[in-house]
């Protein structure tokens, strides 16, 4: 087994707890009702199906409330019952299809990542309607050909203002007409539209990376936007071959907007990172904790590669870094955190920006196929698929249960009224870790100062971002135990 895969083959043992063998196509159920209504065949399939995984692999299977299966009606919600109070990150879905697509960057989309804001007065009331920021572009899609790039603002969404019921289709609908808003004195104004048809993208989540030259410092800047399991394919390894080529003496990764992905990804990037006697000497990058039946199995089976990531030192690019420069925000999340945290215990991470989303479990993909042996069984819902909380992390040094995030070194906001190009020094974030770097302040034209100001709301740059934030191991399949 490869540990760069993460396919996770699982023995079916604790039968007390699987109903795979002996009543995986029963749709009997027990304990509370929840209402007197009764679902129907397919949808207690379903519901039986989620009560099986939850059952089984969740981190948190031991404080499952009892629910009778036979009365949920709508399976979405029953599976929302079942999450523990403190998971904010389990998902279900009925278009798995779909959604592991976009694990690895490939989906439906205009191709832009959007900050949602409201101008609020002194005492933080909302002044205004709600409006959308272009944080980043990707090139070469329906919103850069429309002439979108950092900093544009969405006003209206079809001639209507932007509400907290209709905001999602600016990344989630097949076709749109955006009204574009210019900044004053004022407010913003409107200032005509674009229409855009949204299309199916490989989105390379290297968006942008260069080498500045400062201070006799060679420094490599980064951008990328989601950790996917392709990473060899796309242009991160290019970046980092022109890294190497080129010598450079420092790092900036800016992860500000990066929801996470997978981990054999961020895996990937920080064996490319790293101090080469961390690498070659294969050091744990992080450890899992699994819920008590699997972290038992694991340990008694010595499948160490199921409890430990390592660094992997056969990576091409290895820069042997003493130090990086992280760009940080509220979106950093999830496998951009592991990055963080598992380099943290054996070099210096700076951070500049924001505090990050405080993501500190691992999830996999389960599909009807992974527990029922006859297709005839899951015909009517293969498409469906969780992706439930599974295990907790921990760096090398034992840092873990981070909920509220990693707080950066230098607190710098995130500037988009109004935006600077990405990896450009008049860009805040970058500027003050460049200035860190060198020890030399960057003379920068000032922004105006603006007479109001906004709260940002939400961010998203997919309907998919929950799951991306996940940090998926892979998938998942069983074995009858030998």
């Not at 279900?92 to 191709?111: F, P, R």
Request: hydrophobic share 35%; net charge neutral; glycine share 6%.
């Amino acid at each position: 087994m490869k540990k760069s895969t993460f396919r996770i083959i699982v023995g079916i043992f604790f039968l007390s707890y699987f109903f795979v063998m002996c009543s995986k196509d029963d749709d009997s159920g027990g304990g509370t009702t929840s209402s007197t209504a009764q679902a129907s065949a397919t949808t207690k399939k379903v519901n039986n199906f989620i009560k099986t995984v939850m059952s089984d692999v969740y981190l948190w299977y031991n404080y499952l409330p009892d629910i009778d299966i036979n009365h949920e009606t709508d399976s979405k919600a029953y599976f929302k019952k079942l999450l523990y109070k403190d998971d904010k990150w389990s998902y279900i879905t009925d278009d798995v299809t779909a959604w592991e697509n976009s694990l690895n960057g490939v989906e439906k989309s205009y191709g832009y990542s959007l900050a949602f804001g409201r101008f609020v007065n002194s005492s933080g009331a909302s002044t205004g309607n709600y409006f959308a920021i272009v944080e980043y572009v990707y090139p070469s899609t329906p919103a850069q050909k429309a002439g979108l790039a950092r900093g544009s603002i969405i006003t209206k969404i079809n001639g209507a203002n932007i509400t907290a019921d209709n905001y999602s289709d600016l990344f989630s609908s097949d076709n749109l007409t955006a009204t574009l808003g210019s900044l004053t004195d004022s407010g913003i104004t409107n200032s005509g539209t674009v229409t855009m048809t949204s299309e199916q993208l490989n989105l390379d989540p290297v968006v942008l990376y260069k080498i500045i030259e400062k201070e006799n410092h060679k420094i490599g800047y980064l951008f990328y936007a989601q950790f996917i399991s392709d990473y060899n394919s796309t242009s991160l390894k290019t970046a980092l071959d022109y890294f190497k080529s080129n010598s450079i003496t420092d790092l900036v990764l800016d992860l500000r907007y990066n929801p996470g992905g997978q981990i054999s990804a961020a895996q990937y990037l920080c064996s490319s990172i790293a101090p080469l006697a961390t690498i070659n000497a294969a050091k744990t990058l992080v450890t899992f904790q699994w819920n008590d039946k699997y972290q038992s199995y694991w340990v008694s089976k010595k499948m160490s590669d199921q409890t430990t990531v390592a660094f992997d030192k056969t990576v091409p690019d290895q820069l042997g870094l003493s130090k990086v420069t992280v760009l940080t925000g509220s979106g950093t999340a999830s496998a951009s955190e592991l990055t963080i945290t598992g380099l943290q215990a054996y070099m210096n991470v700076e951070m500049v920006g924001d505090t990050t989303y405080g993501k500190y479990t691992a999830s996999v993909t389960i599909k009807p196929e992974d527990y029922y042996e006859t297709a005839s069984t899951y015909a009517n819902f293969k498409n469906w698929g969780l992706q439930p909380i599974v295990l907790r992390y921990a760096n090398a040094n034992g840092v873990t249960d981070f909920k509220n995030g990693f707080a950066p070194t230098y607190y710098v906001a995130d500037q988009l009224l109004p935006a600077q190009p990405l990896g450009d020094l008049s860009e805040p974030l970058l500027k003050k870790a460049v200035e860190n770097i060198t020890g030399v302040q960057i003379t920068a034209l000032k922004s105006a100062t603006l007479p109001y100001r906004f709260e940002e709301f939400d961010r998203a740059s997919s309907k998919f971002d929950p799951i991306k934030r996940n940090m998926s191991l892979g998938e998942f399949k069983f074995v009858k135990k030998e």
